[in-house]
């Protein structure tokens, strides 16, 4: 059965401690890794796109990767406007689309 | 530029009534998708269309949801009759492409069924 998986739930940084967001899988051929972030009450809102293992995105203090089981979100020096869901996404071989439940952070100042 | 624009912004409404959602996608975008977000199951695909034309709708739950796009310009999920369970953030995205290109949200609707 496909499954996409995210961990942490939720994650308190503070201002300028550097993390990481995982995201595991295990889907029948993987076509595409998507990650969003969402503020409350907005919609997701489109980072990056991953299509194979050894792929690095980078934008601002964000850079994902991508292995064959799962994708990771390297937050650096973490501003409190970094605070948010970051949703990761990925499309199948058969074509379908699977969202994780997301990890929340929260970066204090 | 607009971004993809959904109304009503919030609904409640009773168990028993219909309830129609609306989306506007970006100008020039090929593809509609209509997603339902929900605590306990995150964010889940109910369909989408491409070119106008439905291409998958295995995740619309039940009969009671339907969704059309007359054209390029206009959508519509509608729910009949709607139950308290189908109270959720329901969103609307399109894209130009289908599921392999980023897709552009619009900020949901929340629906409350009593």
């Known amino acids: 059965e496909d499954q996409v998986t995210q961990s942490p739930e939720a994650l308190r940084l503070q201002e300028g401690e550097s993390s990481s967001l995982n995201c595991s899988y295990t889907?029948?051929?993987?076509?595409?890794l998507f990650w969003y972030r969402q503020d409350p009450g907005k919609g997701p809102e489109f980072l990056f796109t991953l299509y194979s293992a050894g792929e690095e995105k980078e934008k601002e203090r964000l850079k994902a990767t991508l292995t064959k089981k799962e994708s990771f979100l390297h937050i650096t020096a973490p501003k409190p406007e970094d605070s948010a869901t970051y949703l990761c996404?990925?499309?199948?071989?058969?074509?379908?689309?699977?969202f994780g439940t997301g990890t929340r952070l929260t970066v204090i100042p | 530029d607009a971004g993809v624009i959904q109304s009503p912004r919030h609904e409640v409404t009773e168990m028993g009534q219909e309830v129609t959602l609306r989306c506007k996608p970006i100008?020039?975008?090929?593809?509609l998708f209509w997603y339902r977000q929900t605590m306990m199951r995150g964010l889940e695909l109910l369909i989408y269309?491409?070119?106008?034309?439905?291409?998958?709708d295995s995740g619309m739950p039940e009969d009671r949801f339907s969704a059309k796009m007359p054209n390029a310009s206009f959508s519509t999920l509608k729910i009949q009759p709607s139950e308290p369970r189908d109270s959720a953030v329901y969103f609307c995205?399109?894209?130009?492409?289908?599921?392999?290109?980023?897709?552009?949200f619009g900020d949901g609707t929340r629906l409350s069924i009593l």
């Open positions: 995205a399109s894209s130009l492409g289908q599921l392999d290109q980023p897709q552009h």
């Open positions: 269309f491409n070119n106008n034309v439905p291409i998958d």
């Open positions: 100008s020039g975008h090929n593809s």
């Open positions: 889907v029948s051929g993987l076509r595409g």
């Open positions: 996404a990925v499309q199948t071989g058969a074509n379908n689309l699977f």
